[in-house]
T-cell receptor, first 112, second 116 residues
Framework: KQEVTQIPAALSVPEGENLVLNCSFT??????LQWFRQDPGKGLTSLLL?????REQTSGRLNASLDKSSGRSTLYIAASQPGDSATYLCAVTTGANSKLTFGKGITLSVRP | NAGVTQTPKFQVLKTGQSMTLQCAQD?????MSWYRQDPGMGLRLIHY???????DQGEVPNGYNVSRSTTEDFPLRLLSAAPSQTSVYFC???????????????FGAGSRLTVL
C-alpha cells in the first residue's frame, strides 16, 4: 500500500527566505507526483505535476524535483512571500485506475 | 467559468438522514472522484469513476453511493448519515485518470457536512 509522508507538519519562515518542502513515498512505481496548494477553507489547486519519466518541473518561483528510486520529492520555493502561506500537499498516482495517495500536508507560514 | 462545481457548500444533517452532494464539471474529463478531508487524516478517496457508467470504490467507500450517468456529473449519496461522516468533501476530475501520467487533478471548492 502506497504511503506518502510530509515532514514537518508545519513550518514558519521569515519573508524572503528560500525554502524546501519534502515529500516521501513508499512505492516507487508511480505514474506521476503532484504538488497542491490549499488555502484555509478552500479546495486544492494543482501547482506542479512531474511525470514518472521527468526529474523536475518549474513554475515561476516554484521548482519541484522527483527522485523515484529513493521515493522522494522536494518543492523549492524561492524568495518566499506572505502570500505563499498555505498548506502544501503532495500526492502520487500509482496502481490500477491510477489512484492518488495524498500526504497530510505541510502548513507554511511566511512572516512579514 | 470552466471547472468543478460542488453543491451545497454547507449542509447540516441529523443522524439517519440521507442526502446527495452534487458535483459537475464542464471540462469533458473522463475521470472523476470524491475525497473526504479530515483533520489529521489527510485526503482519502471515497469513490471514483473512469467514465460514464463506470464507478469503483476507493479507500473509504462504506456509507456512500455514487453513479455516473453522464460525463459531466458525479453525485455522492449518503444513505443514512452518521456523525463519523462529518467532514469536508471534495470532488475532483482529470482528463484521463492518469494512464498518460499527465493527469492534473482539478478540485471543486468543497462541501462542508456536519452530521448531528
Amino acid at each position: 500500500k502506497q504511503e506518502v509522508t510530509q515532514i514537518p507538519a508545519a513550518l514558519s519562515v521569515p519573508e524572503g527566505e528560500n525554502l524546501v518542502l519534502n515529500c516521501s513515498f513508499t512505492d516507487s512505481a508511480i505514474y506521476n507526483l503532484q504538488w497542491f496548494r490549499q488555502d484555509p477553507g478552500k479546495g486544492l489547486t494543482s501547482l506542479l505535476l512531474i511525470q514518472s519519466s521527468q526529474r523536475e518541473q518549474t513554475s515561476g518561483r516554484l521548482n519541484a524535483s522527483l527522485d523515484k528510486s529513493s521515493g522522494r520529492s522536494t518543492l523549492y520555493i524561492a524568495a518566499s512571500q506572505p502570500g505563499d502561506s498555505a498548506t502544501y500537499l503532495c500526492a502520487v498516482t500509482t496502481g490500477a485506475n491510477s489512484k492518488l495517495t495524498f500526504g497530510k500536508g505541510i502548513t507554511l507560514s511566511v512572516r512579514p | 467559468n470552466a471547472g468543478v462545481t460542488q453543491t451545497p457548500k454547507f449542509q447540516v444533517l441529523k443522524t439517519g438522514q440521507s442526502m446527495t452532494l452534487q458535483c459537475a464539471q464542464d471540462m469533458n474529463h473522463e475521470y472523476m472522484s470524491w475525497y473526504r478531508q479530515d483533520p489529521g487524516m489527510g485526503l482519502r478517496l471515497i469513490h471514483y469513476s473512469v467514465g460514464a457508467g463506470i464507478t469503483d470504490q476507493g479507500e473509504v467507500p462504506n456509507g456512500y453511493n455514487v453513479s455516473r450517468s453522464t460525463t459531466e456529473d458525479f453525485p455522492l449519496r449518503l444513505l443514512s448519515a452518521a456523525p463519523s461522516q462529518t467532514s469536508v468533501y471534495f470532488c475532483a476530475s482529470s482528463y484521463d485518470g492518469g494512464y498518460s501520467g499527465a493527469n492534473v487533478l482539478t478540485f471543486g471548492a468543497g462541501s462542508r457536512l456536519t452530521v448531528l
